[in-house]
């Protein structure tokens, strides 16, 4: 039951995933990176969810992050405090918010930690506007924009810090950023405001190359 697409383009991840969206045929969507390792549980876990609440349109795991090996220091201090308001924010969203994702938090998760009701995305594309840095970012707004993500309580994705990975050239960075840039400012209006919000607005700013 497994079908092999091969753009003959260089689409990107976005192009890409489109391609699988297009063809796909399954009721459940889910987009692993080369980064991500999921645990056995993942995906039974993720659909057990779906299964006792239809109104949720993606289910979230939390993950287990680490660095390779020679992962630049200066990074991680850019990182880890990302990573602590990340896990902080799911935290106290399991506990306050009914195990949803708030709106404003849409930039937390990584697209390999949730799986999707293909329903929920049959009028979605990845925006090539974005195919930098923030076409991830735009999904999940587009979600939270129509209904919930519910998050998972239990750490079932290894993600991966690399060195070698192309957002971490020059180049890439500085791409990278300015797609965050576009994308926000093409937020919806509820989704400017609040705490979650002014801190991304702080991390592109301080994080900039």
Request: no cysteine; proline share 6%.
């Amino acid at each position: 039951n497994i079908r092999l697409f091969q753009n003959t383009n260089k689409e990107g991840p976005g192009g890409n995933r489109n391609t699988g969206l297009k063809h796909a045929r399954g009721k459940y969507i889910a987009f692993l990176d080369l980064d991500d390792v999921w645990k056995p549980s993942f995906l039974y876990s993720s659909l057990k969810v779906f299964t006792e609440n239809s109104k949720v349109l993606a289910v979230l795991s939390l993950s287990h992050p680490f660095f390779s090996k020679n992962f630049p220091n200066s990074e991680k201090l850019k990182l880890i405090p990302l990573m602590l308001i990340r896990d902080s924010v799911l935290f106290l969203s399991l506990l306050f918010n009914s195990r949803n994702l708030p709106k404003t938090g849409f930039y937390l998760p990584q697209i390999s930690h949730l799986i999707f009701r293909k329903d929920a995305l049959k009028s979605f594309k990845f925006d090539y506007r974005y195919r930098r840095g923030g076409e991830d970012w735009d999904l999940f707004a587009y979600i939270l924009n129509k209904g919930n993500i519910q998050i998972l309580p239990s750490r079932l994705v290894n993600f991966r810090y690399s060195p070698g990975s192309s957002t971490m050239t020059p180049l890439n960075r500085r791409l990278k950023w300015g797609s965050y840039k576009k994308m926000i400012k093409n937020l919806p209006p509820s989704f400017k405001s609040g705490l979650l919000y002014h801190l991304l607005l702080a991390y592109i700013k301080l994080g900039k190359p």
